[in-house]
């Protein structure tokens, strides 16, 4: 691959992006360039790790010229907001052109706002959850923030969601019951959908969360 055709368009991004975004140019084999890189172990020459390995899967089963917003975490947990161009022609992927954007900041900061908005969740195992909730419908702020924990956990647990376990399933429950998802309407059975579990499933795992949290002193 032509490094030098495409080291300033590299360099143009990471000046504009900034060090919050992390530029990476690499051929199908090892990494090439990486500006603000998340990780000191991160560096040109070293052989790709599983994520990009994965990329490159997809970029020759789907044919796609890129693959835009989806969600990755850096060596040290950070959430980042990802897209990768695939480089080269149908007939050939030569390397991949990727920005990983630190967005854990930003997480952070909309789970605030929400509490704010929303107050904190009223949440009892002991009642029905979809029971005199003010939500009718399943609301966009929820629905993304499920597609979010969702596209985490392919990445975080490298295994499409049908084949997820039972401790991986819990894990990603727990993080939406802590961000609120369950107080909204059809939240149980959108998660329930997506996982491929049935509503009672889902019920079962809150109830397991409930049982394992540590009781609070009256």
Not at 40 to 48: I, S, T, V
Not at 94 to 104: R, V
Request: net charge neutral; proline share 5%.
């Amino acid at each position: 691959m032509n490094v030098e055709l495409y080291a300033p368009i590299v360099d143009f991004l990471a000046l504009y992006l900034g060090s919050n975004s992390e530029i990476i140019l690499c051929d199908t084999e090892k990494f090439l360039m990486i500006k603000n890189p998340s990780a000191e172990n991160y560096h040109p020459g070293m052989p790709l790790d599983k994520t990009f390995q994965t990329l490159i899967s997809h970029a020759k089963s789907s044919n796609l010229p890129y693959h835009i917003n989806y969600r990755s975490f850096s060596a040290t947990g950070e959430k980042r907001r990802s897209a990768t161009l695939f480089l080269g022609s149908a007939k050939k992927l030569e390397g991949l052109l990727t920005i990983n954007t630190n967005i854990q900041p930003l997480t952070a900061a909309q789970l605030y706002l929400e509490q704010l908005i929303n107050g904190e969740p009223p949440y009892s195992i002991n009642k029905e959850i979809t029971q005199n909730t003010p939500f009718d419908t399943l609301s966009l702020s929820v629905a993304e923030i499920i597609s979010n924990v969702l596209d985490d956990a392919v990445i975080r647990f490298n295994s499409p969601l049908d084949r997820l376990n039972a401790q991986e399933k819990l894990s990603i429950i727990r993080e939406m019951n802590e961000r609120g998802v369950f107080v909204a309407k059809n939240s149980i059975h959108e998660v329930a959908t997506k996982l491929g579990n049935s509503k009672a499933s889902i019920y079962r795992y809150l109830q397991q969360l409930e049982k394992d949290s540590p009781k609070k002193s009256v």
